[in-house]
């Protein structure tokens, strides 16, 4: 996930400059809603934030500026869930693989329904760029990412998997969910709204760690 320094032209230094931010991000979704996609130009943003062109541009590059933004803003207010998300995961770790693995599934599917639910079809044309993890670990540095904590949690589960190299099965797994989720963005985004869709992919993932060392590999 870019910063948001990175999505701003230049940094707000006056109320009245964070307003007329506000302002900019609730005319691009007033328009995603109500109008779509293709209304999307900065001159209509301006129309609707009812401010001048030359001020959206001294913040924004471009609408796809604004929408990093925007994305920056929403996940900005999901950090006050990743304590309860931390926590909730820890105290299912012990318990069960098949539960850790279905809530790990979960949180990240409901993310990008958050986020394609507020950007509408405009997410589709950017959701490669996003990344969660890497945006809150700028926030919080010694937060450890999914691919660094998982080999720990596969670990209490050692004796029902089948996967011997943790470090590479949690990387696998990682990559599994994103590039499935990314992938049916780009074909069927509808689809991540199925409960099937989650059903399957902890399926898929189970059965991965369960039964690698079942599979004959080809001489």
């Not at 809150?136 to 540095?141: E, S």
């Not at 949690?170 to 989650?198: K, Q, R, S, W, Y």
């Amino acid at each position: 996930m870019s910063s948001r320094s990175s999505s701003l032209r230049r940094q707000p230094t006056q109320s009245r400059a964070e307003a007329t931010l506000k302002a900019i991000r609730e005319a691009c979704l007033k328009i995603l809603e109500e109008e779509g996609l293709k209304r999307l130009t900065t001159n209509r943003i301006a129309e609707v934030a009812g401010v001048s062109i030359g001020s959206l541009y001294q913040y924004y590059a471009d609408k796809h500026a604004i929408a990093a933004d925007i994305c920056n803003e929403l996940l900005t207010a999901e950090l006050s869930e990743v304590r309860r998300i931390d926590q909730h995961t820890l105290s299912i770790v012990a318990n069960s693989l098949e539960e850790m693995i279905a809530f790990f599934v979960r949180e990240y599917i409901a993310r990008h329904q958050r986020l394609y639910s507020k950007l509408k079809s405009f997410y589709l044309e950017m959701h490669w760029h996003y990344n969660f993890e890497d945006y809150v670990h700028r926030r919080h540095p010694r937060k450890l990412k999914a691919v660094e904590w998982l080999p720990t949690a596969l670990e209490q589960h050692r004796n029902s998997i089948g996967v011997s190299d943790l470090n590479l099965a949690a990387t696998l797994v990682v990559n599994m969910i994103e590039g499935t989720l990314h992938a049916t963005l780009d074909h069927n985004a509808e689809l991540i709204f199925d409960p099937a869709f989650e059903r399957e992919m902890v399926a898929m993932i189970l059965s991965y760690l369960k039964f690698a060392d079942r599979v004959t590999q080809p001489l």
